[in-house]
Nanobody, 115 residues
Framework: QVQLVESGGGLVQPGGSLRLSCVASGSISDFNLMAWYRQAPGKQRELVATILSGGSTNYADSVKGRFTISRDNAKNTVYLQMKSLKPEDTAIYYC?????????WGQGTQVTVSS
């Protein structure tokens, strides 16, 4: 059983930046896909960004050009660099890892964008 632990959330002003980290308790080198999701109050969880084992990335339209997902297999860590943050980015951000047929989730980290 792999555990994922997110960190790096917090309160930031509009236009600011944050970097989220997701550390796995075991190796992620054989994970097919790592992803970040988010869930805002009263809304469904939505996919923010994905990165495949080969390094290919994909982003939700709402974050393209502002967010960057990356992975460091040697550190068993996935990152989400967030820039030009907007109030609508406020949500709990969750890390997800998929190693077929299993899917693992972290507990989430709160990101609040407000002046």
């Amino acid at each position: 059983q792999v555990q994922l632990v997110e960190s790096g959330g917090g309160l930031v002003q509009p236009g600011g930046s944050l970097r989220l980290s997701c550390v796995a308790s075991g190796s992620i080198s054989d994970f097919n896909l790592m992803a970040w999701y988010r869930q805002a109050p009263g809304k469904q969880r939505e996919l923010v960004a994905t990165i495949l084992s080969g390094g290919s990335t994909n982003y939700a339209d709402s974050v393209k050009g502002r967010f960057t997902i990356s992975r460091d297999n040697a550190k068993n860590t996935v990152y989400l660099q967030m820039k030009s943050l907007k109030p609508e980015d406020t949500a709990i951000y969750y890390c997800n890892g998929r190693r077929i047929p299993s899917s693992y989730w972290g507990q989430g980290t709160q990101v609040t964008v407000s002046s």
